[in-house]
């Protein structure tokens, strides 16, 4: 009995370990995830201020119409997953003392019926005094549109010509739709046959509504616009009055290089109408764009404020015509899987591309910025660049303001104020430097509170677009 009681115990356990030889091993717990190192993007209330001051590397060129400089927001980044900021000034050399650019224009003025009035008195003033400032080098084609589309054509304003012109332009009445699309495509047409003859060509186009006829599409719109600046001619986007789209006159100025204007006043238009001929006449550098060429462990790259588009491995940011000593500032946000390095790694190689306008050729200035790896999270930390970091601090809290503004536009008045609070909470976290950013944005929350219909909403929120362009560091609107 007790040898069968054993045979049978012999068995069962025989047969539990072929189960156990069976059955697959348990799976291995996962690995947590891999944290972030946000020590250049994220400053904690117990880290000390950053006091480091990294040297700016600049690139220039002995030849060329534009130098370029910058650095990143620290000397170190951590080894594996991490954030940080590039920093970027493209300025404009000083334009040789007396030199005037001619200059191939096209004025494109609205004329549709909600210009009636003073809006259209103020346009034909202001494109009168523009006509009367234009010498016999420089050529003028008159655009204007409403349903329809009227071109006087492209001519070298001779004194007999300036004459025909101010006649022309006293005889525009107002009427009909808002053809922009038409207009474009007209300006477009006028200009491009002297291209070669003239080393700056612009359209000003002026604008107090939506478009209502022709092609409507706002993306369409900027395609058609960016497909002229790709070809030398330059488009400024001019919008008068409260009605216009906003939105789409930076993003055709921005596409089309050159200068957008948000004109409550149409009393200002003779200055504005000024200020385009002075920035045309002394354009030292055209078709600007800045190209940011990523390395392997960069694994993103997001430009701050300004429309960019990505090609493999490099990142292009279409930039405007700059004139002597003009200036664009960049911020760029990089995402960073770094390897373990023993000596400093690149992180980013910008180049900027651009027509030099004084001697029509293509030209390029490089800069290259690197950065140490490390383990040691307090050596990053103490490596934070301070300028750097006020930078970042500056736009992060200008996308905020910026987010605010779309709210504004659609009536969310609880989602706006909260965004305008994350901008003061992040402006904030460098209040002894960004003290104006701070009373600005008091200014414009105590302005939108008391906004009592929604005209004044839309005041207001186009008040605030314009400071964030300012705090992107732009330099291209009225």
Same mark, same amino acid.
């Given at each position: 009995?007790?040898?069968?009681?054993?045979?049978?115990?012999?068995?069962?356990?025989?047969?539990?370990?072929?189960?156990?030889?069976?059955?697959?091993?348990?799976?291995?717990?996962?690995?947590?995830?891999?944290?972030?190192?946000?020590?250049?993007?994220?400053?904690?209330?117990?880290?000390?201020?950053?006091?480091?001051?990294?040297?700016?590397?600049?690139?220039?060129?002995?030849?060329?119409?534009?130098?370029?400089?910058?650095?990143?927001?620290?000397?170190?980044?951590?080894?594996?997953?991490?954030?940080?900021?590039?920093?970027?000034?493209?300025?404009?050399?000083?334009?040789?003392?007396?030199?005037?650019?001619?200059?191939?224009?096209?004025?494109?003025?609205?004329?549709?019926?909600?210009?009636?009035?003073?809006?259209?008195?103020?346009?034909?003033?202001?494109?009168?005094?523009?006509?009367?400032?234009?010498?016999?080098?420089?050529?003028?084609?008159?655009?204007?549109?409403?349903?329809?589309?009227?071109?006087?054509?492209?001519?070298?304003?001779?004194?007999?010509?300036?004459?025909d012109l101010l006649m022309r332009i006293q005889g525009i009445y107002s009427d009909g739709s808002t053809n922009l699309s038409g207009a474009l495509h007209q300006a477009d047409s006028i200009l491009r046959p002297f291209l070669r003859e003239f080393k700056v060509s612009r359209a000003i186009l002026l604008s107090d509504g939506q478009p209502t006829t022709?092609?409507?599409?706002?993306?369409? $719109?900027?395609?058609?616009?960016?497909?002229?600046?790709?070809?030398?001619?330059?488009?400024?986007?001019?919008?008068?009055?409260?009605?216009?789209?906003?939105?789409?006159?930076?993003?055709?100025?921005?596409?089309?290089?050159?200068?957008?204007?948000?004109?409550?006043?149409?009393?200002?238009?003779?200055?504005?109408?000024?200020?385009?001929?002075?920035?045309?006449?002394?354009?030292?550098?055209?078709?600007?764009?800045?190209?940011?060429?990523?390395?392997?462990?960069?694994?993103?790259?997001?430009?701050?404020?300004?429309?960019?588009?990505?090609?493999?491995?490099?990142?292009?940011?279409?930039?405007?015509?700059?004139?002597?000593?003009?200036?664009?500032?960049?911020?760029?946000?990089?995402?960073?899987?770094?390897?373990?390095?023993?000596?400093?790694?690149?992180? $980013?190689?910008?180049?900027?591309?651009?027509?030099?306008?004084?001697?029509?050729?293509?030209?390029?200035?490089?800069?290259? $910025?690197?950065?140490?790896?490390?383990?040691?999270?307090?050596?990053?930390?103490?490596?934070?660049?301070?300028?750097?970091?006020?930078?970042?601090?500056?736009? $992060?809290?200008?996308?905020?303001?910026?987010?605010?503004?779309?709210?504004?536009?659609?009536?969310?008045?609880?989602?706006?104020?909260?965004?305008?609070?994350?901008?003061?909470?992040?402006?904030?976290?460098?209040?002894?430097?960004?003290?104006?950013?701070?009373?600005?944005?008091?200014?414009?929350?105590?302005?939108?509170?008391?906004?009592?219909?929604?005209?004044?909403?839309?005041?207001?929120?186009?008040?605030?677009?314009?400071?964030?362009?300012?705090?992107?560091?732009?330099?291209?609107?009225?």
């Amino acid at each position: 009995m007790n040898r069968t009681l054993l045979l049978l115990s012999a068995a069962g356990l025989l047969a539990l370990g072929a189960l156990s030889l069976g059955r697959p091993p348990a799976p291995a717990p996962a690995p947590p995830p891999p944290v972030t190192d946000t020590s250049h993007t994220v400053s904690r209330p117990e880290d000390p201020p950053a006091t480091a001051e990294l040297p700016l590397v600049s690139s220039e060129p002995s030849e060329g119409a534009l130098t370029l400089s910058g650095k990143l927001s620290g000397g170190y980044v951590h080894t594996g997953q991490s954030e940080a900021f590039a920093w970027m000034e493209l300025k404009a050399r000083p334009a040789p003392p007396g030199r005037r650019v001619p200059v191939n224009l096209a004025l494109v003025v609205d004329r549709s019926g909600s210009m009636a009035g003073q809006k259209h008195q103020d346009a034909q003033r202001a494109a009168m005094e523009l006509v009367r400032r234009l010498t016999p080098e420089d050529r003028l084609a008159l655009v204007h549109y409403g349903t329809d589309v009227m071109v006087v054509p492209s001519r070298l304003v001779t004194q007999e010509v300036r004459q025909d012109l101010l006649m022309r332009i006293q005889g525009i009445y107002s009427d009909g739709s808002t053809n922009l699309s038409g207009a474009l495509h007209q300006a477009d047409s006028i200009l491009r046959p002297f291209l070669r003859e003239f080393k700056v060509s612009r359209a000003i186009l002026l604008s107090d509504g939506q478009p209502t006829t022709g092609i409507t599409s706002e993306p369409e $719109l900027l395609r058609a616009t960016r497909a002229m600046r790709d070809q030398g001619i330059t488009v400024s986007a001019l919008g008068v009055g409260e009605d216009f789209n906003a939105a789409l006159m930076r993003g055709m100025a921005e596409q089309g290089g050159g200068f957008s204007g948000f004109i409550d006043d149409s009393a200002r238009l003779s200055e504005v109408f000024s200020r385009e001929l002075d920035q045309a006449t002394s354009t030292v550098a055209r078709q600007v764009e800045l190209r940011l060429a990523l390395p392997p462990h960069v694994l993103d790259a997001e430009v701050l404020g300004l429309p960019s588009s990505r090609e493999g491995s490099v990142v292009k940011v279409p930039l405007y015509d700059l004139a002597g000593e003009q200036t664009v500032r960049v911020v760029v946000k990089l995402t960073l899987s770094a390897p373990a390095s023993t000596g400093p790694l690149p992180m $980013l190689s910008a180049t900027a591309h651009y027509v030099d306008v004084a001697r029509d050729l293509p030209a390029q200035t490089t800069l290259s $910025l690197k950065a140490g790896v490390t383990d040691d999270a307090a050596v990053v930390r103490a490596s934070l660049d301070k300028d750097v970091r006020v930078h970042a601090v500056r736009a $992060l809290g200008t996308q905020q303001m910026r987010a605010a503004v779309k709210e504004m536009q659609l009536g969310n008045r609880t989602a706006a104020v909260g965004l305008l609070s994350n901008a003061r909470r992040l402006f904030g976290s460098s209040a002894s430097s960004l003290s104006g950013e701070l009373a600005e944005l008091d200014q414009a929350e105590a302005a939108y509170g008391n906004a009592a219909n929604d005209g004044d909403v839309r005041r207001e929120s186009l008040n605030l677009y314009k400071k964030t362009m300012k705090n992107f560091g732009e330099n291209n609107a009225y």
